[in-house]
């Protein structure tokens, strides 16, 4: 029986995950194994190697977006998956926002951005 769960997100850019992942200083690898519970590998997209024994993976839907497939359990056992997750999604929001920002010619704009909880 797999460990591994699937979630949909919002995410629909790998190469700003793949900064995003970078900026909060965590490793990757493209067309890789996600590592799970008892030896347990599944393929994706993009993988986030954490430290331990478990990583967080994504792969592309047939709209674009991607999942994130994990063994959220294993990862729980070294990380706060929740705090992990939405940091992740949190900074890939700001550099989503920042590359549309440049796409558009406002390379001078101000960007003023509020978190609200």
Known sequence: MSH???????ITD???LKASLRDLGINTKTEADVRGYNGQRVRADLVAVLEGEYDLGWSRNSDGSFDLIADLWGVAKKHNQTELINSINQ???????LS??????LQ???????VQK
Do not use: H, P, W
């Open 4 to 10: 591994f769960s699937t979630l949909r997100t919002k």
């Open 14 to 16: 790998a190469e700003i």
């Open 108 to 114: 001078n704009a101000n960007v003023k951005l509020v």
């Open 91 to 97: 900074k890939y929001a700001v550099n989503k926002t």
């Open 100 to 105: 549309e920002v440049k796409q558009r010619g």
